[in-house]
């Protein structure tokens, strides 16, 4: 039987069964958020690896495209040193087909005074020379180096070096005009 000493024991067996049941439910909740922050964990582990497999998937990509970029530079300098080129080309091919008009626009009085006699009057690109200018081949053969610079700029050729002989004036003006001396 139950001594007197041993009953306020049973007046506490409900707290101890609270205390009990109370003591489960911790450890089961307990039980319940560690299970959860394992899931959690490993949820967030595999993230991070999701995060870092994208990381480098996108490191990739972005060198490839710098590799593209620089690619694109490149041929952009290329491009742009073949328009260089092609613009210094177009720049020589307008001397050029100037050069052929300024000689085609001078061909007539050139062909004129080829097939005039020795003393039958030369012509200049605007008309026939000046008499007071040698204007006829035998006197450009004959011109002095003064009347020579005369002529030069009355034909509109700019200015005549000083220096040189009278010989090469002489040779300087006739095939311009279209004639041998």
Not at 14 to 21: E, G, K, L, T
Not at 84 to 110: C, F, G, N, S, Y
């Amino acid at each position: 039987m139950v001594s007197a000493q041993q009953l306020p024991l049973f007046e506490n067996i409900p707290a101890i069964v609270d205390a009990h049941q109370l003591h489960d439910e911790v450890n089961a909740r307990f039980n319940q958020v560690h299970l959860q922050h394992q899931q959690t964990q490993l949820q967030l582990d595999q993230l991070q690896q999701g995060v870092a497999h994208q990381q480098h998937v996108l490191a990739g990509q972005l060198q490839g495209i710098i590799e593209q970029q620089q690619g694109i530079m490149a041929q952009q300098q290329v491009l742009a040193e073949q328009q260089l080129e092609a613009i210094q080309k177009q720049q020589e091919l307008l001397v050029a087909v100037q050069a052929l008009e300024a000689h085609a626009d001078l061909q007539p009085m050139r062909t004129f005074n080829m097939a005039a006699s020795t003393k039958g009057p030369l012509k200049g690109p605007d008309g026939f020379i000046p008499p007071n200018l040698p204007n006829m081949r035998n006197e450009l053969r004959t011109a002095t180096g003064n009347q020579c610079i005369h002529l030069w700029q009355h034909l509109g050729l700019g200015a005549l070096p000083h220096n040189i002989p009278v010989n090469i004036r002489r040779e300087r003006l006739a095939p311009y005009l279209g004639v041998v001396l």
